[in-house]
């Protein structure tokens, strides 16, 4: 099966950056969009961005706009979500996803991406 396993967390302060990176596994990474989420303690699993196998289309969610962004290497299995400018309101656990089918067009929704990691911890102090 495809293992997805997010890193690059921590502890930052208010308008600091960070770099998580997710490590895929598997022959098909390259066939897969891939995308983050993240939740906050008593929130539901929000959508932050995704990107389509080949990286020709990036989609993210308002809030992370002009913030956030999402990239892959392909050849290393990888894709980073590089944030800056972090606020306090973006401390969440963060998720690494992927939509093993390659909808089109990229979901914003958690029920069309089939693949999780395990999360990373990003906490954001004021």
């Known amino acids: 099966q495809v293992q997805l396993v997010e890193s690059g967390g921590g502890l930052v302060q208010a308008g600091g950056s960070l770099r998580l990176s997710c490590a895929a596994s598997?022959?098909?990474?390259?066939?897969?969009?891939m995308g983050w989420f993240r939740q906050a303690p008593g929130k539901e699993r929000e959508f932050v961005a995704a990107?389509?196998?080949?990286?020709?289309?990036?989609y993210y969610a308002d809030s992370v706009k002009d913030q956030f962004a999402i990239s892959r290497d392909n050849a290393k299995n990888t894709v980073y979500l590089q944030m800056n400018s972090l606020k306090p309101e973006d401390t969440a656990v963060y998720y690494c996803t992927a939509d093993k089918y390659g909808r089109w067009p990229l979901s914003r929704r958690k029920d069309d991406y089939d693949y999780w990691g395990l999360g990373t911890q990003v906490t954001v102090s004021s």
């Open positions: 990107m389509t196998w080949n990286g020709d289309t990036l």
């Open positions: 598997g022959r098909t990474f390259t066939a897969y969009n």
